[in-house]
């Protein structure tokens, strides 16, 4: 067995471990084993009502596509056939990263380290943004594998990371007694919505993928439930939320067209098909 060959298994093996822990800890903070629910963990910092930027509960059902996704991906990259793909050792580690980022930040909620989890998540927002990167370099249109499971994993993670770092922001700084994260107008909270959609703005125009602009504007929308629904009441930040989602949309959208025509025009199915032999 070559050196490269080992470094593909090793790299295989981390992912499938890395993802297999995350699904761990993702039960354990949802009491399935035992931890208490992250609504309720921390003192409540993360509840649907704790914060201006606390999205409303329904948004978190997003977890579930992600991390299905992140076992479809981990699953699939361990087939042989897939060992030693450029794609898979470009963004492998930054998978494997996340993952195991995400289930410290599990761990740092369930233990009350709620400027911890701050770190980390901007980390791991650091780590998705790299991997996103990566992701958009292919030069060739992706199989329906690699744009479900790399494609639209990594994406819809990218996006609601995104969001859940400006809520995590506003969690911390309001479990220290800043008021102003807990109360209209939630000027602190609007500034950082504005933060988070120039981030979804780069994302967008860096990449024109759906997936991460559709967890964007899924967690806006239900932060803008959230302000108009629920208490603490914030109709500024709600409707601050509802105009970034439809910027980030339509900005997605344009590039995402511009992307497909200049597709069409480098030579469409057969440019792709050389690209493809060409990377092997």
């Not at 959208?253 to 057969?270: D, I, K, L, Q, S």
Request: overall charge positive; some cysteine.
């Amino acid at each position: 067995m070559s050196q490269t060959e080992k470094s593909d298994r090793v790299r295989r093996i981390v992912v499938a471990l890395s993802v297999a822990g995350a699904v761990v800890a993702a039960l354990f903070g949802s009491g399935l084993l035992g931890g208490t629910p992250m609504p309720e963990a921390a003192g409540g910092a993360f509840a649907a009502d704790a914060t201006v930027l606390a999205p409303a509960g329904v948004a978190f059902a997003i977890w579930s596509v992600i991390y299905l996704g992140l076992v479809g991906y981990a699953l699939w990259q361990l087939v042989p056939a897939q060992a030693a793909k450029p794609l898979h050792r470009s963004v492998g580690y930054g998978v494997a990263a996340s993952a195991l980022l995400n289930a410290v930040w599990i761990m740092c909620v369930q233990a009350w380290r709620i400027a911890e989890s701050f770190v980390i998540i901007v980390i791991l927002l650091g780590v998705l943004l790299v991997t996103f990167v990566r992701v958009c370099r292919r030069r060739r249109r992706g199989t329906i594998a690699e744009i479900v499971l790399v494609d639209g994993t990594i994406g819809l993670y990218l996006g609601w990371v995104t969001v859940a770092a400006a809520a995590n922001l506003a969690a911390w700084l309001a479990a220290v007694g800043m008021d102003e994260w807990t109360k209209a107008p939630g000027t602190p909270g609007v500034i950082t919505l504005i933060v988070t959609g120039l981030i979804a703005a780069f994302t967008a125009w860096r990449g024109g993928r759906l997936a991460p602009a559709a967890a964007t504007a899924w967690g806006l929308v239900w932060i803008a439930v959230g302000r108009w629904a629920e208490n603490p009441a914030a109709p500024v930040v709600a409707s601050t939320a509802v105009v970034l989602a439809v910027a980030v949309l339509a900005i997605t959208a344009w590039r995402f067209r511009a992307r497909v025509r200049r597709a069409g025009a480098e030579g469409g199915p057969v440019a792709a098909h050389s690209d493809e032999q060409r990377l092997g």
